[in-house]
């Protein structure tokens, strides 16, 4: 079964929208979020997903079956599936049946992940680009849990993996720098993001961050999402 994230609503969290963030931004999409997380950023937009002290879950989470999973992603006339969380990769023998019977009718696959967790071989084989987000000292995760060198290094080995920063302040360059000379990542495949859940706040940092991205020679990603929709769950 898999543990599937509630809209608002009381609905599963599976959705057809547009890819808001990373390398694909703009991509029409079918979203599935999943619930549960292994780390506990405290900017967290979808702490509903982890939560349990702030949030029920039962409220919160239903759980379904692969092929319940399925039934709700193939009415949309939409082949591309991102599978989000929470992190997707707690729950990977679970998604192996029905990643299998999405790509036999075609379909294409990204997840995004905090890079924690070595993806297994039926996800190497499935998933055709990796959204990996490493958290940085100030989302508040402790470092031994935040950065776990054999996933990274997996991930940096892997042509088809982005690394996607959330940067909340100025000194995460210095941090970020620093993971990206350890696990030699090509500067064009770091992406740098604002960290922030509404366009205001997303405009503040956007100013001083793309000029970062220009002097470090790192990609700069908005969130557009939040530009288009706000903080809105299932959007």
Known sequence: ?????????????????????????GKPSVFLRLATCNLACRWCDTKY???????????????LA???VERRITPYDCKHVVVTGGEPMLQQTELEP???????DGYSFEVETNGTL?????????IGQWNVSPKLRTSGNPEEQ??????????????NAYFKFVVSVESDLDEICALSDRYSLAPERVLLMPEGRTPD???????????ACVRLGFRFATRL??????????R
């Open 1 to 25: 079964m898999l543990k599937v994230s509630r809209k608002a609503g009381g609905e599963p969290e599976i959705f057809h929208s547009i890819q808001g963030e990373g390398v694909s931004m």
């Open 49 to 63: 997903t982890w939560d349990w002290q702030n949030f029920d879950y039962r409220t919160e989470v239903v759980e």
């Open 66 to 68: 692969p092929e319940d």
């Open 98 to 104: 029905l990643l299998e019977s999405l790509a036999a």
């Open 118 to 126: 070595i993806p297994q071989p039926a996800m190497l084989s499935h």
């Open 146 to 159: 935040r950065e776990v060198p054999l996933a990274l290094e997996t991930f940096a080995q892997m042509a």
């Open 201 to 211: 706040s997303l405009a503040r940092k956007s100013s001083w961050l793309t000029e």
């Open 225 to 234: 999402h939040i530009l288009l929709w706000g903080d809105e769950r299932g």
